[in-house]
């Protein structure tokens, strides 16, 4: 009888082999997706980090930059308001088109 363990004698090693396959998948499977979920994570926190840093670098960048650009027209009292309305309309410009893009799909 090929099921019967006392006349197989591959039994032990079949029921090892079959134990340690099934134990060896549901681990890489459990893992897997904990090591992928961690790591979205961890690297998710850190690009967040990193992105709040560095907008307003990047702002304060563009408002020096635009501030010595005009400088060269304008006096330099001027040249630091023109820059910060500049920049502002800038962003308000680049806002409302977020928003008018927002509820591009919906029909009103």
Same mark, same amino acid.
């Given at each position: 009888?090929?099921?019967?363990?006392?006349?197989?004698?591959?039994?032990?090693?079949?029921?090892?082999?079959?134990?340690?396959?099934?134990?060896? $998948?549901?681990?890489?499977?459990?893992?897997?997706?904990?090591? $992928?979920?961690?790591?979205?994570?961890?690297?998710?926190?850190?690009?967040? !980090?990193?992105?709040?840093?560095?907008?307003? *670098?990047?702002?304060?960048?563009?408002?020096?930059?635009?501030?010595?650009?005009?400088?060269?027209?304008?006096?330099?009292?001027?040249?630091? +308001?023109?820059? +910060?309305?500049? *920049?502002?309309?800038?962003? !308000?410009?680049?806002?409302?088109?977020?928003?008018?893009?927002?509820? $591009?799909?919906?029909?009103?």
């Amino acid at each position: 009888m090929p099921g019967n363990p006392f006349t197989d004698p591959n039994w032990a090693p079949d029921l090892a082999d079959t134990v340690e396959r099934v134990v060896g $998948k549901v681990r890489t499977t459990a893992t897997d997706n904990a090591v $992928k979920a961690s790591r979205g994570v961890v690297f998710g926190v850190l690009i967040l !980090m990193a992105v709040m840093v560095a907008v307003p *670098l990047i702002v304060i960048l563009l408002l020096g930059i635009l501030r010595e650009l005009l400088a060269f027209f304008v006096s330099h009292e001027r040249a630091v +308001y023109l820059s +910060y309305l500049l *920049l502002g309309t800038i962003f !308000m410009i680049g806002g409302f088109v977020a928003l008018r893009q927002r509820h $591009k799909g919906e029909t009103a």
